[in-house]
């Protein structure tokens, strides 16, 4: 092989190492911070960019997509003097990746340092209860404070979360125990609730079943008194026709009038037949008759004494 062919594969590889050397590509999302001779020279978008191999270097790249950092749990004491244990959940994301780099020297602990001790400060002035309750105002105000903090650092909070808060075990079982006894008076309650809508229940049924017994009871004396009344009528037609039909008889037949006293005496007890007859009308022919039938009776109870009194004086002539 000659001299010249080796020259020429050797300048060849030097070129392909150069230009592999040069080209980078970039990734979406992502920027590269590129430095030259030691000093920030620019900041390389996505895509494809070139640099000069020994003169420029690429730092890691920058992901500019929203990140999270969960912290571990770390001791704090709410104002009522009560120790706690509280984890938080920071969502943060680069904006400006040249301060990213150059501001901070480790972005993830310096957020997780400002983040403790402003979380102490926080739940210092809230109660066990208050810090219980107060999630959402707890996360407004680190993030608040967090954003205006790392707002230098080229890094803006998008969000905090309070992830987890341990009390101690006597306050776990205190609050247990006060759980439980708020479940037993919801519980009594609803059953207290239950009876009073089943008492009620129970009074409208009774009363409804009332209310149709009453019914019932006034339908049938209606019935009751529209049958008697039905009999009352029909009574009256039949007395009506009896007594039409003993006038055609008395009409048309030739009897005497102490005849037509008696046959009035003997319909009488007929026309008082029934429960609905409680007055009757008696003529004067018929007290007339009476005194005539009392005359004869007397007149037949002298009569027999009279001869009981003849027979008497005759023994004691004899």
């Given at each position: 092989?000659?001299v010249?062919?080796?020259?020429?594969?050797?300048?060849?590889?030097?070129?392909?190492?150069?230009?592999?050397?040069?080209?980078?590509?970039?990734?979406?999302?992502?920027?590269?911070?590129?430095?030259?001779?030691?000093?920030?020279?620019?900041?390389?978008?996505?895509?494809?960019?070139?640099?000069?191999?020994?003169?420029?270097?690429?730092?890691?790249?920058?992901?500019?997509?929203?990140?999270?950092?969960?912290?571990?749990?770390?001791?704090?004491?709410?104002?009522?003097?009560?120790?706690?244990?509280?984890?938080?959940?920071?969502?943060?994301?680069?904006?400006?990746?040249?301060?990213?780099?150059?501001?901070?020297?480790?972005?993830?602990?310096?957020?997780?340092?400002?983040?403790?001790?402003?979380?102490?400060?926080?739940?210092?002035?809230?109660?066990?209860?208050e810090?219980?309750?107060?999630?959402d105002?707890?996360?407004?105000?680190?993030?608040?404070?967090?954003?205006?903090?790392?707002?230098?650092?080229?890094?803006?909070?998008?969000?905090v979360?309070?992830?987890?808060?341990?009390?101690?075990?006597?306050?776990?079982?205190?609050?247990?125990k006060?759980?439980?006894?708020?479940?037993?008076?919801?519980?009594?309650?609803?059953?207290?609730?239950?009876?009073?809508?089943?008492?009620?229940?129970k009074?409208?049924?009774?009363?409804?079943?009332?209310?149709?017994k009453?019914?019932?009871?006034?339908e049938?004396a209606?019935?009751?008194?529209?049958?008697?009344?039905?009999?009352?009528?029909?009574?009256?037609?039949?007395?009506?026709?009896?007594?039409?039909?003993?006038?055609?008889?008395?009409?048309?037949?030739?009897?005497?009038?102490?005849?037509?006293?008696?046959?009035?005496?003997?319909?009488?007890?007929?026309?008082?037949?029934?429960?609905?007859?409680?007055?009757?009308?008696?003529?004067?022919?018929?007290?007339?008759?009476?005194?005539?039938?009392?005359?004869?009776?007397?007149?037949?109870?002298?009569?027999?004494?009279g001869?009981?009194?003849?027979?008497?004086s005759?023994?004691?002539?004899?």
């Amino acid at each position: 092989m000659s001299v010249g062919l080796i020259v020429i594969i050797v300048i060849a590889v030097i070129v392909l190492a150069f230009v592999a050397r040069s080209v980078r590509v970039i990734p979406q999302s992502r920027v590269g911070i590129v430095q030259r001779l030691g000093r920030y020279h620019r900041t390389a978008e996505s895509g494809l960019t070139f640099i000069i191999p020994l003169v420029d270097k690429m730092l890691p790249k920058t992901d500019l997509r929203e990140q999270v950092v969960s912290f571990q749990p770390q001791a704090v004491i709410t104002n009522d003097n009560v120790g706690i244990q509280i984890s938080a959940v920071v969502y943060y994301q680069i904006i400006d990746p040249r301060a990213a780099e150059y501001e901070v020297a480790n972005l993830t602990v310096a957020m997780e340092q400002i983040t403790q001790t402003n979380l102490r400060n926080v739940i210092g002035n809230l109660t066990l209860d208050e810090t219980l309750v107060s999630r959402d105002e707890i996360n407004a105000k680190l993030r608040a404070v967090l954003d205006e903090v790392t707002e230098k650092w080229g890094v803006r909070i998008t969000r905090v979360e309070i992830k987890e808060i341990i009390p101690p075990h006597d306050i776990q079982q205190a609050m247990e125990k006060q759980m439980q006894a708020e479940r037993n008076r919801r519980a009594a309650i609803l059953t207290a609730e239950g009876d009073k809508r089943a008492a009620i229940l129970k009074a409208e049924g009774e009363k409804e079943s009332a209310i149709l017994k009453a019914q019932g009871e006034r339908e049938a004396a209606v019935l009751r008194a529209e049958g008697e009344a039905e009999a009352y009528r029909k009574l009256q037609r039949a007395q009506i026709e009896m007594a039409g039909a003993l006038f055609e008889r008395l009409h048309t037949s030739d009897l005497s009038n102490e005849a037509l006293r008696y046959l009035y005496l003997v319909t009488l007890p007929k026309i008082a037949e029934g429960e609905a007859n409680k007055l009757f009308v008696v003529p004067s022919e018929l007290q007339d008759l009476a005194g005539t039938v009392s005359s004869l009776a007397t007149g037949a109870k002298m009569a027999s004494g009279g001869r009981d009194g003849f027979s008497g004086s005759s023994r004691e002539d004899d």
